[in-house]
């Protein structure tokens, strides 16, 4: 069963940085995706941050030249760098990963439970 765990959340004043990270355990099998999502409270989970399988990576425009998402060369970590936080960006930010199917095994998601990160003005 894969499994994946967030952490780097916590509280900082607007302008400071935040790195969140997401280790994933077990066997995925396939190709896949890691992504950050964030979800504020009252508001539906948004998309913060793809990297797929080949690296290639994108962001959602809030986030622009704000957040970087890397991932170690083993591909079991990914990180968001968060830097020129904003109040706005205060939310949930859950790590998901993206399995694409591949021989026998389908297409599925992973999520993690998430991390707080609280932007104070």
């Known amino acids: 069963q894969v499994q994946l765990v967030e952490s780097g959340g916590g509280s900082v004043q607007a302008g400071g940085s935040l790195r969140l990270s997401c280790a994933a355990s077990?066997?995925?099998?396939?190709?896949?995706?890691m992504s950050w999502y964030r979800q504020a409270p009252g508001k539906e989970r948004e998309l913060v941050s793809v990297?797929?399988?080949?690296?290639?990576?994108s962001y959602a425009d809030s986030v622009k030249g704000r957040f970087t998402i890397s991932q170690d060369n083993a591909k079991t970590t990914v990180y968001l760098q968060m830097n020129s936080l904003k109040p706005e960006d205060t939310a949930m930010y859950y790590c998901?990963?993206?399995?694409?199917?591949?021989?026998?095994?389908?297409?599925?998601?992973?999520w993690g439970q998430g991390t707080q990160v609280t932007v104070s003005s």
């Open positions: 077990g066997y995925i099998y396939c190709s896949f995706d």
């Open positions: 998901k990963i993206d399995r694409h199917a591949c021989r026998v095994w389908a297409s599925r998601a992973w």
């Open positions: 990297i797929d399988s080949d690296g290639s990576t």
